[in-house]
């Protein structure tokens, strides 16, 4: 045990007082940071709007339904011809003039939008679709639909669901906030896997290339070595993630106060508009069935605490149970060209856990199949995220977290093994049986 | 100290050790000699327990070989290697550490080699910015640092130059007054003999020769002589008591080289050379552990 933690200690220390772990923990949230200044400064730019004022030449009698401005388009009436609003654009302050030629509600034709820039593709698409919904407008009212009905044609449907638990009380439920959190949880996997499992198994490749195996296998059993280093470098990765967010959260915090102080823009407005871009995205990433005040409001009924917790132990047990897995790759070469064939197989449980929790498991929670794929280790870790806010029982529970815990140190004694085997053979193929020999033998 | 019992060790399409038995006496230094590719790294992985074998067994101290006697033995592969981007200092505290000692303990005893070993001003040195032979010089304080009793050396001169070579082979004369036991691989057979009490030689797998090293010259002297003298090369010598192996006359001197027969020694062959020819040198001719190794090697080819 001590001796897992002088190798925990060294794997640590020597990643992160690398100067390029400094380099790269530093620079990458500046990096993040300034992508989010250019998004405050677009969605700004949106806000104060590159407005575009539209002068309307209407000669079109059938059209009484007038064009309805936005943000981005406002649309005045003129009582001139198009030849004089031609001559005399650049005095008028408008930037454009559009021109409704008299034309059939059922053709429409013949529309001509000038300026003395081109118009670009939004501005294009936005004004074909003022005109259209003027159109459409018409149509109806012409069928006889007062305004009124109009504005009844809009209506947004939310529906409550509620489980009801054991003894009957209802409770809500949280399904879209678990495939929010299935989602975010399943990409920063990926990604930590991605970033850090290689790491893993290039710190298994370096006692090989270094050539200092014999010392160290002389010293220590190959498990405590895995383990050591696998432990070690997955505290590297999470340092990394979470200085990442601190130093971003600090960053961009900098950079709207001075970005707001200089514009005088107050920051409220500012994060206000930051707010609804994120809303947005995250809806669109997220589920699009669910409109905001449903996902927040499913997310406080989680039980919080223990979905973190939760969270956090399967996030780490499927981190450490795939740096595992790449630390068996790392122990089975000799060095690190070989090592990208074995890539793949690696991820693809996870890739087909993952995409099998947002669609069966998500579908039927406490189907056969979900209870399967939040058992087995290589694909627990998600499954289970997934399936947590629908209530798992209490059993299940337990046994994908013991056969994640078991599958961790499972994995680790097996890399152990190929390691010590792999040392051994210089060169030598390693046959099935010496394998098995390997793997039999008592110390 | 230590026994290695009929053990075998089986590779796919090889056997690498083949019923070898020895045994390695207390505070005295062992060599392991042998061909390349004869098994003398395979019974040391053994030893060392980074391997198993597949059959037989070794005793260390009278108990069977286990993960206890790991920090009490001392290894240096032939494969020398050390973490490159690791500083030097906080490496060899690292490696001492994982056989046990304590950071304290540890610090003291590397405080002490570095000093002894003149090393004093590589402590924030990385590995990767030392020469070969510095490399090899934080090695061997790696080797020997946990004070094991049971030192392991492969090839430890190996990259050296003579003046470190030296204070490296003071060093393990040293270490083995105090006490420690070394066993010793090597093909550089005047090493062997200057350090060595005893010896193994391991041919194609199997142990072909093993015994104390005056023994093994004991065994191996076959009544052979140089004379040299000053004289006419005509000079009739007595014969019957010895065969002429060898004669060369340069510049007047005579030297011959002579075995004598069944039963002579050489009073005798003085007694029969005196009367006739004016004598300059008579040695016997002790054949050197180099001669011996490529005596058996070949006659077992």
């Not at chain 1, 900098?254 to 970005?259: C, D, F, H, S």
């Not at chain 2, 059959?55 to 206890?68: D, K, M, P, T, Y």
């Amino acid at each position: 045990m001590n001796k897992i933690l002088l190798i925990i200690q060294r794997e640590y220390l020597s990643r992160v007082k690398k100067k390029s772990f400094i380099v790269m923990t530093l620079t990458t949230p500046m990096i993040i940071a300034g992508f989010y200044g250019m998004m405050i400064y677009f969605s700004l730019q949106g806000i104060k709007g590159s407005s575009n004022k539209i002068a309307v030449v209407n000669n079109n009698k059938t059209l009484t339904e007038k064009l309805i401005s936005s943000k981005n388009a406002t649309y005045t009436y003129v009582n001139k011809s198009l030849p004089q609003m031609k001559a005399e654009l650049a005095k008028t302050g408008y930037d454009y003039v559009l021109y409704l030629p008299g034309f059939s509600l059922d053709a429409p034709s013949g529309i001509q939008l000038l300026g003395t820039k081109q118009a670009g593709m939004s501005l294009n698409s936005r004004v074909a679709d003022d005109i259209g919904n003027a159109i459409r407008n018409q149509k109806l009212k012409q069928s006889g639909l007062a305004q009124k009905d109009l504005d009844n044609l809009k209506s947004s449907v939310d529906i409550d669901i509620k489980k009801i638990g054991e003894t009957g009380k209802e409770e809500d439920s949280s399904a879209g906030a678990s495939t929010i959190i299935a989602y975010a949880g399943g990409i920063l996997m990926f990604l930590f896997i991605l970033m850090y499992g290689i790491q893993v198994m290039r710190g298994v490749i370096e006692e090989k290339t270094n050539r200092i195996i014999e010392v160290m296998i002389s010293s220590v059993k190959p498990f405590q070595l895995m383990m050591g280093k696998i432990i070690g470098i997955a505290l590297v990765g999470l340092t990394q993630f979470i200085l990442w967010i601190v130093l971003t959260g600090i960053i961009s915090t900098a950079v709207l106060k001075i970005y707001a102080g200089k514009t005088g823009i107050t920051e409220t407005s500012v994060s206000a508009a930051l707010q609804q871009q994120n809303k947005d995205k995250m809806i669109k990433e997220a589920t699009d069935k669910s409109p905001v005040g449903n996902i927040q409001k499913s997310l406080a009924n989680l039980d919080l605490t223990k979905i973190i917790t939760l969270f956090l132990f399967f996030f780490l047990g499927g981190y450490l149970f795939y740096s595992a897995l790449y630390a068996a790759i790392g122990s089975a070469v000799d060095s690190e060209t070989e090592t990208q064939q074995f890539m793949f197989p690696v991820m693809m449980p996870l890739l087909l856990g993952y995409t099998l929790s947002l669609s069966v498991v998500t579908n039927d929670p406490y189907g056969n199949i979900a209870f399967w794929l939040s058992v087995i280790p290589f694909t627990s870790p998600i499954a289970m995220m997934v399936r947590l806010p629908y209530g798992v029982p209490d059993w299940q529970l337990a046994l994908s977290m013991v056969l994640l815990i078991l599958g961790f140190i499972g994995t680790v004694w097996v890399a152990s093994r190929i390691y010590r085997v792999g040392i051994l053979m210089y060169g030598k193929k390693t046959s099935l049986k010496e394998m098995i020999k390997w793997f039999t033998y008592k110390n | 100290m230590l026994s290695v019992n009929n053990i075998v060790k089986q590779y796919a399409a090889h056997r690498a050790l083949d019923d070898v038995s020895l045994t390695v006496e207390q505070g005295k230094i062992f060599g392991l000699l042998g061909p390349n590719g004869a098994g003398k790294t395979s019974l040391i992985r053994i030893i060392t327990q980074i391997t198993a074998p597949d059959s037989g067994e070794v005793i260390f101290n009278g108990q069977r070989l286990n993960s206890n006697h790991i920090s009490r033995i001392g290894y240096l592969p032939e494969e020398r290697g050390l973490y490159k981007k690791m500083e030097i200092g906080e490496q060899v505290l690292y490696l001492a550490r994982l056989k046990g000692l304590s950071m304290a303990e540890a610090t003291k005893r590397v405080k002490y080699w570095f000093e002894k070993l003149e090393m004093g001003s590589w402590w924030n040195k990385k590995v990767e910015d030392l020469s070969k032979g510095m490399q090899q010089k934080v090695q061997f304080v790696v080797t020997v640092l946990h004070q094991p009793e049971l030192i392991i050396l492969d090839e430890p001169f190996s990259g050296f130059d003579p003046v470190n070579a030296e204070i490296i082979k003071n060093e393990i004369l040293e270490l083995n007054r105090q006490g420690a036991t070394f066993i010793f691989s090597t093909h550089r057979m005047e090493s062997v003999e200057e350090l060595c009490d005893s010896i193994a030689l391991i041919h194609r797998s199997r142990k072909i020769l093993d015994g104390a090293v005056e023994d093994i010259k004991e065994q191996y002297r076959n009544n052979t002589y140089w004379v040299e003298y000053e004289g006419d090369y005509n000079t009739e010598l007595p014969s019957g008591i010895f065969d002429i192996l060898y004669k060369d006359i340069k510049r007047g001197k005579t030297t011959l080289k002579v075995q004598l027969k069944e039963g002579q020694t050489s009073n005798q062959l003085l007694s029969v050379l005196l009367p006739v020819v004016n004598i300059q040198r008579l040695d016997e001719v002790i054949p050197t552990m180099n001669d011996i190794f490529i005596d058996k090697v070949k006659t077992k080819d």
